[in-house]
């Protein structure tokens, strides 16, 4: 397999931390935050939480039910 890999995936599967999933088992060494940083990042109620906890300003955002 690859020694490293360098992702640069837009779109659904590239920046919900599918592919990172994937290269974990092959334990293969990549670029980027990991699976969960991409995962949260990519829902904005998730990343507006993790934010809030970390004491982090954010913009006033209404969520829709």
């Given at each position: 397999g690859p020694d490293f890999c360098l992702l640069a995936l837009p779109g659904r599967i590239g920046e919900?931390?599918?592919v990172e999933v994937y290269l974990d088992m092959l334990s293969c060494p990549?670029?980027?935050s990991g699976v969960g940083a991409?995962?949260?990042a990519c829902e904005e109620y998730f990343t507006k939480m993790?934010?809030?906890a970390c004491n982090i300003p954010t913009?006033?955002?209404w969520f829709k039910a």
């Open positions: 919900r931390g599918s990549y670029a980027g991409g995962a949260v993790v934010f809030t913009a006033e955002y």
